[in-house]
Every structure is written in C-alpha cells, then in structure tokens.
C-alpha cells in the first residue's frame, strides 16, 4: 500500500517558469489538499478538494493551481514560480469524515532562483 | 480565526525522562485534535487522534489529552528514546471537512 506518493521530491525553477507537482493516492479517500511548509510560519493550505470535481481554496492559494479529475489525483500547478514559492510542499487525504486522521506524502522540495 | 500554539518550540531531555508536549488553541469549538510526529526531511504521521467527545487517547508509549473548555492538549511520551527524537505538531479543523490549522510544532532531541 503506497500511501500517498509525491513526484518529483526535489524541484529547481528559474523565476517566471511553470511546473506541475504531482501527488496521487491510492486509498480510495474522497478529500485532498496541498500545504506549504516554511521556515517560522509552519504549515499552511494551499487548495483543498473534498472529492472528484470540487476543489476550494485555502489559506494561501495565490499564485496555485489545482484539479480533481479523479478520486486518486490532485495535481497542483505553479503558473509563474516565484522565489517567494520556494518552500516545501505537502500533499494528503483523508477518507473525509470529521474523526479521520490525514496521510501525509513525504514532501516535494522547491527552489526558485 | 483560529490559532494553534505549541511552546517551547525545541526540547532537549535524557533517554529515559517522562515528558510532555503542550499544545493550545484559541477556539474552543472543535471537534478533534490530531497529533503528528515529522522526521527531518520526511511527510507528516498522524500519531493520535482525539475525538471532542474523549479525554484521552492512547497508543503505546504515548498518551494525548484533551481539555477542550481551556483550549488545551498534551501529549505525554513515557520512557523516552532517542528513536523519539523528532518535530510533534498539533493541528485542529478549521470549519468543515478535513482542513487543520497546525501549530509550528516542537522538535524533540532524546540524548543517549
């Protein structure tokens, strides 16, 4: 059982660039989301989805992308990468009932120059 | 708007030493509170999960209250180890579905 699997664990991007970090799971959980974690501010979400199709905003969604195509998928998009997104970046779900722990995948590290 | 405080944020203790880790929260209208353990360089994992309608939660070493009234949860590791040496954050939901508000975490070094 894979858990929640991040790609790629390491990114460097030029300021201006565009990049797609990738997270699936394989637990058949109905919500998703995206968390930033940064030196001093811990973690912040980015987007969320609470099943196919539905996706909201978060905490800091500026600057952020996201779909939900399918129930195992929740790609978030960078659309001009900043040195401000430099952070690390954390992909999980849950089954979505209110009493269930989050699953963590293990991180993407993003580097803008 | 919700807040999550975790004091100190690093702890240091011989192997052996009972501890415990503090965690607070400004709005007293939750319905759980999950504690998570992060290895340096690695995801979060949820370690326990304590329902509004529970007091305590436990697993193994590991012992995780609530007083929901005073904005309060403690996590209570017993024994420690050095394999315990890591981040432990707490984080409550914030509205509906699975969204949490984190605390900025504690990092614990358990010394041989």
């Known amino acids: 059982n894979a858990g929640v699997t991040q790609t790629p664990k390491f990114q460097v991007l030029k300021t201006g660039q565009s990049m797609t970090l990738q997270c699936a799971q394989d637990?058949?959980?109905?919500?998703m989301s995206w968390y930033r974690q940064d030196p001093g501010m811990g973690l912040r979400l980015i987007h969320y989805?609470?099943?196919?199709?539905?996706?909201d905003q978060g905490e800091v969604p500026n600057g952020y992308n996201v779909s939900r195509s399918t129930t195992e998928d929740f790609p978030l998009r960078l659309l001009s990468a900043a040195p401000s997104q430099t952070s690390v970046y954390f992909c999980?779900?849950?089954?979505?009932?209110?009493?269930?722990?989050?699953?963590f995948g293990n991180g993407t590290r993003l580097t803008v120059t | 708007k919700q807040e999550v405080t975790q004091i100190p944020a690093a702890l240091s203790v011989p192997e052996g030493e009972n501890l415990v880790l503090n965690c607070s929260f400004t709005?007293?209208?939750?319905?759980?509170l999950q504690w998570f353990r992060q290895d340096p360089g690695k995801g979060l994992t949820s370690l326990l999960l304590?329902?509004?309608?529970?007091r305590e939660q436990t697993s193994g070493r590991l012992n995780a209250s609530l007083d929901k009234s005073s904005g309060r949860s403690t996590l209570y590791i017993a024994a420690s180890q050095p394999g315990d040496s890591a981040t432990y954050l707490c984080?409550?939901?914030?509205?509906?579905?699975?969204?949490?508000?984190f605390g900025k975490g504690i990092t614990l070094s358990v010394r041989p």
């Open positions: 999980a779900s849950s089954p979505g009932q209110s009493n269930s722990p989050l699953h």
């Open positions: 984080a409550v939901p914030t509205g509906a579905n699975s969204k949490l508000t």
């Open positions: 304590i329902q509004s309608s529970q």
């Open positions: 709005d007293s209208a939750i319905y759980n």
């Open positions: 989805s609470v099943g196919a199709g539905i996706t």
């Open positions: 637990m058949n959980h109905e919500y």
